[in-house]
């Protein structure tokens, strides 16, 4: 059974054989792949390695994850498995923020936001939300 593994915090410029030649230093049965911008065909900061065993992975990990290479610090960890897309959970890739679509039935405002949102602010925010009122209230009465 092989073992796929995330590298990520790839450098732009990065290729293919750059990835390979980096980790068959450790382990010269490793499959390498970056991932690429369909439209520039340059790096979009990830890639993965595969490789045969627990051991080799670990190994792997151990070594790379936090290495310097070309200025960048590689995150190298255990790639979650492949799913098929299913409504209950949506598929993110590495790096990338859940973004999670809305139920087509609520409701939006102009903004894009749901009527829901909209009506309470984000608690993180709201002490700071407040003062700005507050301060917007003050200027509107000053003028």
């Known amino acids: 059974m092989s073992i ?3 590298v990520g915090n790839l450098p732009k410029e990065m290729e293919r054989d750059e990835l390979a030649t980096l980790f068959a230093s450790v382990d010269e049965s490793a499959a390498t ?3 690429t ?3 520039t065909g340059k790096c979009r900061g990830f890639g993965f ?3 045969q065993t627990d051991e080799q992975a670990d190994l792997l990990i151990e070594k790379f ?3 310097l290479f070309n200025e960048s610090e590689l995150k190298v960890e255990k790639a979650n498995p492949r799913s098929g897309k299913s409504e209950d959970a949506p598929e993110v890739e590495p790096g990338n923020s859940s973004r999670r679509k809305a139920p087509k039935d609520s409701k939006r405002s102009p903004s894009g936001e749901s009527a829901t949102a909209a009506a309470k602010p984000d608690p993180r925010w709201a ?3 407040e003062k700005l009122k507050d301060l917007l209230a ?3 009465a000053n003028s």
């Open 138 to 140: 003050a200027q509107t």
């Open 33 to 35: 792949k970056v991932i």
């Open 127 to 129: 002490q700071d939300l």
């Open 37 to 39: 911008d369909r439209k």
């Open 65 to 67: 994850n936090g290495y």
């Open 49 to 51: 390695v595969t490789v």
């Open 4 to 6: 796929r593994l995330y």
